[in-house]
């Protein structure tokens, strides 16, 4: 059974940093790439960041470029977002979901979320 | 503003059917298949239709989907007041920036 399981949400003052983690099992973790998906708070999904299974492919939205970091352990099967300069606007649910296989484009799992409060 | 276009809600009685609207462009939708997703209250996503048009596993039959250019359509029938949920479709944008799209979410009432 595929389990993606977050923590690391918690609350920071603007400006402040934190780190998500994201503990996969269930699957050949390096064979799939992975994305982190937020969620503020009564609001829809927003796509954060994609990070491929092993060639290092990474992109992110523009809301979090040069704030934010993805990255991955394999050795591990975990999931990292390094989150830097937080604002209020950062507020939401980060969901770890696994990426499709092969050339499709679709979120196959997701993880229960873990909240992330920005607030002073 | 989110980049695919959706309808805030949607409602009908049970029994009936229902179709939720998807709009996006030629670097989304026109380029890529088209995903839904689940929402009901409290819980995380879950995967509903996915190529545009297949079920995963335990995903009942009343739930279908199409694309056509740059819109994608998902429909619901023999609504049940369990499917009161949220409903967001995504792809992928490919764009200057890559990335992840989804659409601002669909409400639906089963009344």
């Known amino acids: 059974e595929v389990q993606l399981v977050e923590s690391g949400g918690d609350l920071v003052q603007p400006g402040g940093s934190l780190r998500l983690s994201c503990a996969a099992s269930?699957?050949?973790?390096?064979?799939?790439?992975m994305n982190w998906v937020r969620q503020a708070p009564g609001k829809g999904l927003e796509w954060v960041s994609y990070?491929?299974?092993?060639?290092?492919?990474?992109y992110y939205a523009d809301s979090v470029k040069g704030r934010f970091t993805i990255s991955r352990d394999n050795g591990k099967n975990s999931l990292y977002l390094q989150m830097s300069s937080l604002r209020v606007e950062d507020t939401a649910i980060y969901y770890c979901?696994?990426?499709?296989?092969?050339?499709?484009?679709?979120?196959?799992?997701w993880g229960q979320g873990t909240l992330v409060t920005v607030s002073s | 503003q989110s980049v695919l276009t959706q309808p805030p809600s949607v409602s009908a009685a049970p029994g009936q059917k229902v179709t939720i609207s998807c709009s996006g462009s030629s670097s989304n939708i026109g380029s890529n298949d088209v995903s839904w997703y689940q929402q009901l209250p409290g819980t995380a996503p879950k995967l509903l239709i996915y190529d545009n048009n297949k079920r995963p596993s335990g995903i009942p039959d009343r739930f279908s989907g199409s694309k056509s250019g740059t819109s994608a359509t998902l429909g619901i029938t023999g609504l049940q007041t369990g499917d009161e949920a949220d409903y967001y479709c995504g792809t992928w944008d490919n764009s200057l920036n890559p990335g992840g799209v989804f659409g601002g979410g669909t409400k639906l009432t089963v009344l």
């Open positions: 269930g699957f050949t973790f390096s064979n799939y790439a």
């Open positions: 990070i491929s299974g092993i060639s290092g492919v990474i």
């Open positions: 979901t696994r990426w499709s296989s092969g050339y499709h484009y679709y979120y196959e799992y």
